[in-house]
């Protein structure tokens, strides 16, 4: 595992084994890095992606779920 500088991890966030991350990089509390991060930002998510992706994959599964009640 390599992480860059100024990385910070949310609580219970994980990266698995043979993953880097690059500088200034954001990640979300019970998040999962299972591939290179090679663009500074925020992240979020299993497996992390992008956080404004990972935010539209929450509407979209609260969404299913009042479809579904």
């Known amino acids: 595992v390599t992480i860059g500088d100024y990385v910070a991890l949310g609580g219970r966030a994980a990266v698995r ?24 930002g925020d992240f979020g998510g299993f497996p992390a992606v992008p956080i404004h992706e990972w935010r539209k994959q929450i509407v979209r599964a609260q969404i299913l779920n009042k479809r579904k009640n």
Do not use: G, Q
């Open 17 to 40: 084994d043979h993953v880097s991350t690059v500088s200034k990089v954001r990640l979300a509390a019970n998040s999962c890095v299972t591939r290179n991060i090679t663009e500074p």
